[in-house]
């Protein structure tokens, strides 16, 4: 089991920068592919983009592709969502979340990802 923390959130204004922090615990990190997703009240959970368990590939929504890029560092047990050119319709909750196959190729499937975190809020202020 491994349990995710997300920090990191604000409020920013449009075309600035956030950079979101995921804290995980245990030793079995490394053995995770890592996603984040983000959420609004009333909407499907929206997939962000992920990373594999070696942190060499990713993979990212279309909507954010070219603007947000993910990161890790296994002897942090830390994996990051650094995002920007930022515009009001990303404002969400952002969660984090843990695939322990971490052989499998990345998915934008929320069922694979077995842990969350309890997410953090962005608002992008026009």
């Known amino acids: 089991q491994v349990q995710l923390v997300e920090s990191g959130g604000g409020l920013v204004q449009a075309g600035g920068s956030l950079r979101l922090s995921c804290a995980a615990s245990?030793?079995?990190?490394?053995?995770?592919?890592m996603g984040w997703f983000r959420q609004v009240p009333g909407r499907e959970r929206e997939f962000v983009g992920a990373?594999?368990?070696?942190?060499?590939?990713?993979y990212y929504g279309d909507s954010v592709k070219g603007r947000f890029t993910i990161s890790r560092d296994n002897a942090k047990n830390t994996v990051y969502l650094q995002m920007n050119s930022l515009k009001p319709e990303d404002t969400a909750v952002y969660s984090c979340?843990?695939?322990?196959?971490?052989?499998?190729?990345?998915?934008?499937?929320?069922?694979?990802?077995?842990?969350w975190g309890q997410g953090t809020q962005v608002t992008v202020s026009s």
């Open positions: 245990g030793r079995t990190f490394h053995y995770y592919n």
């Open positions: 990373i594999s368990s070696s942190g060499v590939s990713t």
């Open positions: 979340a843990a695939d322990p196959r971490g052989w499998s190729a990345l998915t934008k499937l929320r069922e694979a990802y077995d842990y």
